[in-house]
């Protein structure tokens, strides 16, 4: 998230309660999870295993539980709990009203477009030039819609990530990280019945222009799909995914959290993506590998229960020509 003017951060320190060690003086120009910090960001850690990580990021700024070394030019932020302090942040921006109203009253709808009875708009949403947004579509907070895109009833758009913060030193194991983030949707795209496009915990979930989706796809936080991708139904894609333009998803194909699709590539039906895959290649099996190795494989996986009764016949014969022979 950026924030609407750069901020000093002794201010920011005033907020959250920290002890800064660097440049009071310098201004953060947003607050970001690490998977999509830029330089001027806040970030925070609160976990030596993460440290280094954190630190040697793009993010200027980091928010942590303890003093620690780090490059010139960033800055600490030290506080007891790094997590409540973002929260603070995060709760300064972005405390979304109770919303009564079946469409707010600053959302912005351009010319053209037709909203179905039961459509949700939040606070902030733009949505452009001659959509279609059938019945019972929600379309959570400062979402972002292009011109020409159709949303299909029932489907979800800015839902809340499925992201927590966890520490088994407390009660509670697993306390949400309230979101700032949006969903972008480009113009020409087209998304299915009962498709759920959660937005960024921190920055943004974009759906490319021209990009087709049919029903019950999940599109996880802060994911990047390049234009004109086809998925099919019960599409599954975590959280921090990128995907590049012209990717083909078939049926009931899940793909795991932070990794890459390259440009052009193809995931047969029921594929599991546990890593990231090279662009242009067709790809088939859990894990997903290359669809011709994979289905010669299979082939001789089908082959086994031949190959061992040979192997059993010729075993008996050998014995059986042992006993003849003594």
């Known amino acids: 998230m950026k924030f609407p003017a750069p901020v000093q951060l002794s201010d920011v320190a005033s907020w959250i309660g920290a002890r800064i060690i660097g440049d009071a003086g310098m201004y953060a120009t947003g607050i970001n999870e690490i998977h999509r910090v830029e330089t001027g960001d806040l970030a925070f850690v609160d976990h030596p295993k993460y440290y280094r990580t954190c630190i040697e990021s793009a993010a200027s700024f980091i928010i942590i539980d303890r003093e620690t070394d780090f490059p010139e030019g960033k800055v600490l932020l ?42 949700c708009i939040g606070a902030q949403v733009s949505i452009g030039r001659d959509c279609v947004i059938h019945p019972n579509v929600t379309i959570r907070d400062h979402c972002i819609i292009g011109d020409r895109v159709v949303i299909q009833s029932g489907s979800v758009i800015g839902s809340e990530p499925f992201y927590y913060n966890a520490k088994r030193q407390r009660d509670v194991w697993y306390k949400r990280m309230e979101s700032c983030g949006r969903v972008i949707i480009e113009d020409d795209v087209e998304i299915g019945a009962s498709c759920t496009i959660d937005r960024g915990v921190t920055h943004d979930t974009r759906i490319g222009a021209g990009t087709k989706m049919d029903n019950m796809v999940h599109i996880g936080h802060d994911t990047i799909i390049g234009r004109n991708c086809l998925f099919a139904a019960q599409v599954a894609v975590a959280g921090a995914v990128e995907i590049g333009e012209g990717v083909i998803l078939w049926g009931q194909v899940g793909v795991s959290k932070t990794l890459t699709i390259g440009a052009h590539a193809v995931v047969l039906s029921q594929s ?55």
Do not use: C
């Open 272 to 326: 599991g993506v546990a890593g990231s895959l090279e662009g242009g290649r067709t790809y088939f099996g859990t894990p997903a590998m290359d669809a011709l190795q994979k289905k010669r494989e299979l082939v001789w996986v089908k082959r086994i229960s031949e190959m061992w009764d040979r192997l059993i016949a010729l075993e008996r014969r050998s014995n059986d020509g042992g006993h003849s022979g003594s």
């Open 78 to 119: 030290v506080v007891d709990q790094p997590f409540e302090a973002y929260l603070t942040i995060v709760r300064r921006y972005r405390s979304a009203p109770v919303q009564t109203d079946m469409i707010s009253g600053d959302a912005v709808i351009s010319e053209g477009t037709i909203l179905h009875p039961g459509v």
